[in-house]
């Protein structure tokens, strides 16, 4: 019997993600969905105008696009690939059906009390629901972008406190995304937990760097002529 795999999400991580699952899926293991809550179309995720998601997923094969919450009650899996900001709303109105399932963190959030797990913890239900983070380090361009005739696999770190529940998700990955993943230990989560700010900083320090640079040859320029 397969299981059922729910996006939480409409912008470009949970379009990327469908990508891959729509290319490497062959529906024997894995079914999906997405689903974006919209009331008075306004999204109830993301705050701004509702626009109609079927465009984002079109020609991704058994993609189904939901606004009806229903659709959680079915997921075995479920991936929040919302903004940080957005979790802790999610979650509360949700917990009672998170417990019946899987939940990967796909948030890189700007504090440590943002992502998922400092959200359970605050609401004291960090031991009734089976979670890992994943899917963080990767960027949702190269996953929309990503062609089944791709020679290299995308890499994808997955880390969590239950080795049964991160083996599952895992099997996900590799299985029905086409992801080639490393489980990094639970005890290195700090390091995982925001990965693409990290990178955001790398990038940060490249450009001071190349700025300081700059101003010394140009500098030195002035100063020989």
Known sequence: ???????VGGGNLAS?????FSIYNDESK???????PVVDNVSRISGSSHHDMSNSFRGFKTIIVES???????????????????????????????KDSIIVDCSN???NDDDLRAV????????NVSWV??????????????????????TTQICGPDDTVVAEVKRLAEVAMGFAVK????????????????????????????????SFATLFSIVRD
Do not use: C
Not at 196 to 208: E, F, P
């Open 183 to 214: 489980i990094v230990p639970f005890s290195q989560y700090d390091a995982v937990a925001m990965n693409q700010n990290d990178l955001g900083k790398t990038w940060v320090h490249a450009a001071g760097i190349m700025m300081l640079v700059f």
């Open 1 to 7: 019997m397969s299981k059922h795999v729910v996006i």
């Open 133 to 154: 983070k994943g899917f963080n380090d990767n960027g949702a361009i190269e996953l929309i972008n990503h062609k089944i005739t791709s020679k290299k696999s995308v």
């Open 30 to 36: 894995y079914t999906m969905s997405v689903y974006e």
């Open 120 to 127: 359970l913890e605050e609401l004291g239900a960090a031991a």
């Open 68 to 98: 009806d919450a229903a659709t959680l009650t079915s997921a075995d899996i479920i991936i929040i690939a919302i903004p940080a900001s957005a979790i802790k709303a999610f979650v509360r109105s949700n917990l009672d059906i998170l």
């Open 109 to 111: 959030p700007g504090r």
């Open 16 to 20: 990327g993600l469908s990508n891959m």
